[in-house]
Every structure is written in C-alpha cells, then in structure tokens.
Nanobody
Framework: QVQLVESGGGTVQPGGSLTLSCTPS????????MGWYRQAPGKQRELVAH???????YYADSVKGRFTISRDNAKNTMYLQMNNLEPEDTAVYYC????WGQGIQVTVSS
C-alpha cells in the first residue's frame, strides 16, 4: 500500500492562492491515476480533480478554471494549484493513489 505525504495547506483570504503537494512512497510514474478529494464539515468527501499518468486531467465543475492538477515525475510529487479561492473551498483535502493521505486543512476566510 502506497504511503502519501501531503503538504501546503493553510489559511488564505478569498481570492487568494495555495498549492498542495502529495508525495507517494513509490515512483509516481507507476501510479496510473492520482487525485485530490476534499471533505467540508458536515458534508461527504468529494472528488476535486484527478490526473492520469498520461497527464489527462478531470476537474469537478466547482473548481474548473480555478484549480490545476499536475504531476512531476522528476520530483515524484503531485500538485494542486488553487487560485481564486472561495470560502466554499474550505475543507480537509486528501490525496489519493489507491490509498489515502492523512488530509490537510485548507481554510478560506476573511
């Protein structure tokens, strides 16, 4: 089971930006699909975006045009660049590669 280490969360004002990182315990090039999910208080965990080894990406409608998912084989890391953040983006964000990361808090508040 691949272990995942997430970083980059925090608190930001509306309209701000954050970048989340996820580093797996094995070569990222061997993981066909990786993704980011999030869970807001009182809500179910939802898919934010995922990316295949080919680079093909999918985004939830709520983040299209604001978030960008990418993977860097050389750094063995997946990223989620989040721009124009909204209070509704506040959640715990989880990396997934067949297993789950520990989760990282993102808070958007003025």
């Amino acid at each position: 089971q691949v272990q995942l280490v997430e970083s980059g969360g925090g608190t930001v004002q509306p309209g701000g930006s954050l970048t989340l990182s996820c580093t797996p315990s094995r070569r990222i090039a061997s993981i066909y699909v990786m993704g980011w999910y999030r869970q807001a208080p009182g809500k179910q965990r939802e898919l934010v975006a995922h990316i295949a080894v080919s680079g093909s990406a999918y985004y939830a409608d709520s983040v299209k045009g604001r978030f960008t998912i990418s993977r860097d084989n050389a750094k063995n890391t997946m990223y989620l660049q989040m721009n124009n953040l909204e209070p509704e983006d506040t959640a715990v964000y989880y990396c997934n590669a067949g297993s789950w990361g520990q989760g990282i808090q993102v808070t958007v508040s003025s």
